[in-house]
């Protein structure tokens, strides 16, 4: 139990157009999700808290109007990487706490995301 | 701000060797949880203890606590080659929210056969 998928697992896009990461829970109900981004040999950096039917709260310093982010239901959660850059390059990993009500949270594959 | 700091960043041992990784952090925590990830992929949940816990088992893994330095570490008895990978300490804090996690830098484990 406790899956979390990511699609797509990686995907190469041109500077300037804008790249959809879908995260779904497949075997519960998420609440909250959460998107992280990291880069090589680094470590996971939190970019923003996406709550269902509500806005999502992002960190310091995450621009919320290049990363967009849809919670539209409690299994699917969004993250829109608009106008990408190069910069934007990294790996984008999503996980779900389960509403049942424990500490954990259950982490996607993660996403490659290569802009040229 | 980054809340755990893993040391040592890197670890390469024999398997059958044990191995332990610590983390460090800065502030008061609700638990703190080491998960693993392989190489480019996600991220597995090893273990989780709570702020109240000194100590806890799993396996092979074992988990000591200590919120009056501030440190935990990961103790991976008998490893073997499947065990290579990175280790993250990760810690939620009530300042946070007792749902936010904050990740250290990560240790990368090396079991040679």
């Known amino acids: 139990g406790a899956v979390v998928s990511q699609h797509p697992s990686w995907v190469i896009c041109k500077s300037g157009t804008s790249v959809k990461i879908e995260c779904r829970s497949l075997?519960?109900?998420?609440?909250?999700m959460f998107w992280y981004r990291q880069f090589p040999k680094q470590s996971l950096m939190l970019m923003a808290t996406?709550?269902?039917?509500?806005?999502?709260?992002?960190e310091q310093g995450v621009e919320k109007d290049k990363f967009l982010i849809n919670h539209a239901s409690l299994t699917l959660s969004t993250l829109t990487v608009t106008s990408a850059h190069p910069e934007d390059s990294s790996f984008y990993i999503c996980?779900?706490?389960?509403?049942?009500?424990?500490?954990?949270?259950?982490f996607g594959p993660g996403t490659r995301l290569t802009v040229t | 701000s980054q809340q755990g700091e893993e040391d040592p960043q890197a670890l390469s041992i024999q398997e059958g060797e044990n191995a332990t990784m610590n983390c460090s952090y800065k502030?008061?925590?609700?638990?703190l949880q080491w998960y693993r990830q392989n190489s480019g992929r996600g991220l597995v949940h090893l273990i989780l203890?709570?702020?109240?816990?000194r100590e806890k088992h799993s396996g092979r893994l074992r988990v000591t606590l200590d919120t009056s330095k501030k440190s935990s570490s990961l103790l991976i008895t008998a490893s073997r080659a499947a065990d290579t990978a990175s280790y993250f300490c990760?810690?939620?804090?009530?300042?946070?929210?007792?749902?936010?996690?904050?990740f250290g830098k990560g240790t990368k484990l090396t079991v040679n056969p």
């Open positions: 996980s779900a706490r389960d509403q049942r009500g424990t500490y954990e949270q259950y």
């Open positions: 075997d519960f109900q998420a609440t909250t």
């Open positions: 996406s709550n269902e039917g509500s806005k999502a709260t992002y």
């Open positions: 502030t008061s925590i609700n638990n």
């Open positions: 203890i709570r702020s109240n816990e």
């Open positions: 990760a810690t939620a804090s009530p300042q946070g929210g007792s749902e936010k996690l904050v």
